[in-house]
């Protein structure tokens, strides 16, 4: 079973109107003449549709919850697991891992622990693609970070050269739960994670995880 994510409704209907324009036009003007021209501006617009349908696509699944567990935010594949300095909250190491979305992927994010949000910040920038090193601390991004008693993880939705727009429903003092939805990305990017040093990381890079379901790291 799949349902369609709220955020989609008005580009879906948007899209649907000029699908039904565009090859009303095309069977009414060109068919008598182009009757081959016609059939493919309806398959070629009826693919983008359907595409673009599935991009808002919420599949149902069973989720895994455990909070001893950091539970993947995205769905996706890890591009990214090192060691590195965050200036703009922990001001200390943070294991950092980022997994990138494509647009065939499902875009919902989730909550990847319990706890309460002690800090959240969007900061407008750049729309490198999601892969480049420098999208991280340069794109547009929105930055939360949550505490519970087994500590503190920060966690970024990166927009990247598609990504015009993100969408974040938390706010500080908010509690959260695992794995309920805390944002959504419109037309590809990356989410990263910034973990304590010495935390069990448990995926790979090139990894493909699936948000909701694939354990990112686990507490020592």
């Known amino acids: 079973?799949?349902?369609?994510?709220?955020?989609?409704?008005?580009?879906?209907?948007i899209a649907t109107?000029?699908?039904g324009v565009l090859n009303f036009i095309s069977f009414a003007f060109i068919s008598s003449q182009l009757y081959w021209l016609s059939i493919s501006i309806f398959l070629v617009s009826l693919f983008l549709l359907l595409f673009l349908i599935s991009f808002f696509r919420i599949p149902e699944r069973k989720l895994t919850k455990d909070d001893h567990q950091i539970i993947c935010p995205?769905?996706?594949?890890?591009?990214?697991?090192?060691?590195?300095?965050?200036?703009?909250?922990f001001k200390d190491k943070r294991i950092q891992v980022s997994i990138f979305m494509s647009?065939?992927?499902v875009h919902v994010n989730r909550n990847p622990m319990s706890g309460e949000v002690i800090y959240n910040q969007y900061h407008k920038g750049k729309y490198?693609?999601?892969?480049?090193?420098?999208?991280?601390?340069?794109?547009?991004?929105?930055?939360?970070?949550?505490?519970?008693?087994?500590?503190?993880?920060?966690?970024k939705q990166?927009?990247?050269?598609?990504?015009?727009?993100?969408?974040?429903y938390t706010s500080i003092g908010q509690h959260v739960k695992q794995n309920h939805e805390?944002?959504?990305i419109k037309f590809g990017s990356r989410v990263d994670v910034l973990l304590p040093v010495g935390t069990k990381i448990d995926v790979e890079i090139n990894?493909?995880?699936?948000?909701?379901?694939?354990v990112l790291a686990h507490w020592i």
Not at 74 to 89: H, M, R, S, T
Not at 207 to 214: A, F, H, I, L, R
């Open 182 to 184: 805390f944002g959504f």
């Open 1 to 13: 079973m799949m349902t369609v994510h709220r955020e989609g409704y008005r580009t879906i209907a």
């Open 128 to 155: 490198l693609v999601a892969w480049h090193p420098k999208s991280s601390t340069e794109n547009e991004r929105w930055s939360v970070a949550v505490k519970n008693n087994y500590g503190t993880i920060l966690y």
């Open 207 to 214: 990894q493909k995880v699936k948000g909701g379901v694939s």
């Open 17 to 19: 109107i000029i699908f």
């Open 74 to 89: 995205a769905d996706g594949k890890v591009v990214v697991i090192e060691e590195i300095i965050d200036e703009e909250y």
């Open 103 to 105: 647009p065939a992927n």
């Open 158 to 168: 990166i927009a990247g050269a598609l990504a015009k727009r993100i969408c974040n």
